[in-house]
């Protein structure tokens, strides 16, 4: 059975979205935005999506705004994607030419009728095989037109690259930001191992969209993302950090048909403030900042060891706790719940007898020992997915400052 093609509704009216996706539901798989910032993100993010629908006044970036974005972009993909306007009338003919100038591709109005809304979209999804027309896209001067984007190395070449690489003089700083999805093993352990794929695909894809082209990418352990950035400074680079975690929560992705939002944490170093002999030495600094970034609780850019925090994360089981603390509704799986009860239950044995709780300790012994069989299973799971780099690539949380 072929794939319904997935499409993008976005508006400022949420009445106008679900009207959309009620006659459009049946035929498409449709994802919703309110805004034109986010939907911006999750264009980049997703790439099955086939076709955008776009409200006039959108917040934050508006309709053409976002249209000119799509049809400016480096990636081909968004520059060749249908885009189609909702408007008011389709009378005004001179604000039509000019949408059309700038690479809208058709126009739906709210007024249209299910069968009206389908036709259209039809022809932009699926056109005779012999009359495909170009889709007019808006020339560009070449200097506004993004490099070429860069390359994700895998563990052994970015190894290498680094061992190849000098530190420059003060005058040119070299800084690290070591990346991590924060909850990855949860989300792997509710949504199962696909997801991890699915996840790391979306980061890497995003990560490498926001690169300059001095700077290099690479897979780190523990399924982590390395960038090592020439002439940018500490400051800088946690901007950049910031930039890139912002761009991931600003979107979701679609885990066995379950919106998801992702966050991720950030670990930098940089040789405007930091003494280091290699850059292989400055990126272990910043892998070890992000063990603390999620210590910390996640959803954050490390630069130095916080007297605040308890110290380094130098597990994955630590930041599972430490995750599931934070956002407990998320978990669901009972087998990660009896993972989790059977590592908090030293914890619970001395808050009984110090604090004189009178908790049921022996019962829920009891409970956690009759989940063994799941108890297992999921720790075989994370055994086997926590050393693991990215497999496939095609790829952000706010952080506040």
Known sequence: MKKPHR????????????????????????????NGES???????????????????LPKLEA??????????????LR??????????????????????????????????????????????????????PLPIRKIKAETVAPVQPTLLNGAKFDEALAGMTLAPV?????ALVFGIDGREMLIARFGQEAAVRIEERFASLLLSKLGPRDLAGQCSGARLGVISRGVDLLQAVRFGKKVCKGLAAGQIMLRGEKVRLTASVGVASTSDDVVGTAA???????????????????????EVRAGCPGYCVS???????????????????????????????????MDRHLGLQLPLAQIE????????????????????????????ELLSPVDG
């Open 39 to 57: 939907a911006w993100q999750v264009l980049m993010l997703d790439h099955q999506l086939s076709l955008v629908i776009a409200g006039g006044h």
């Open 171 to 175: 005058t040119e700083p070299l800084s």
């Open 7 to 34: 499409i993008l509704v976005v508006d400022g009216s949420r009445v106008v979205r679900a009207t959309l996706t009620k006659h459009l539901g049946g035929t498409y798989e449709v994802l919703e935005e309110g």
């Open 281 to 303: 030495e400055l990126l272990g600094l910043a892998n070890q900042r992000l063990g603390q970034a999620r210590i910390c609780g996640g959803n954050t850019v490390i630069t």
């Open 366 to 393: 009891r409970q956690i020992a009759a989940s063994g069989g799941i108890v297992a299973a999921q720790t075989q799971s994370y055994s086997g997915v926590t050393g693991s780099g990215f497999s496939s690539f």
């Open 316 to 350: 994955d089981d630590m930041a599972r706790i430490v995750a599931a603390l934070r956002s407990p509704d998320t978990i669901v799986d009972g087998g990660e719940l009896a993972v989790l009860a059977r590592q908090l239950l030293p914890l619970l044995r001395v």
């Open 64 to 77: 053409l705004e976002l249209l000119t974005r799509v049809r400016a972009s480096s990636i081909r993909r």
């Open 80 to 133: 060749e994607m249908p885009f189609v306007l909702i408007v008011s009338d389709l009378d005004n003919q001179a604000a039509r030419d000019n949408e059309r100038s700038r690479g809208a591709n058709a126009f739906l109005l709210k007024t249209m009728k299910q069968a009206e809304m389908l036709a259209i979209l039809s022809g932009l999804l699926e056109p005779p095989a012999q009359s495909v027309a």
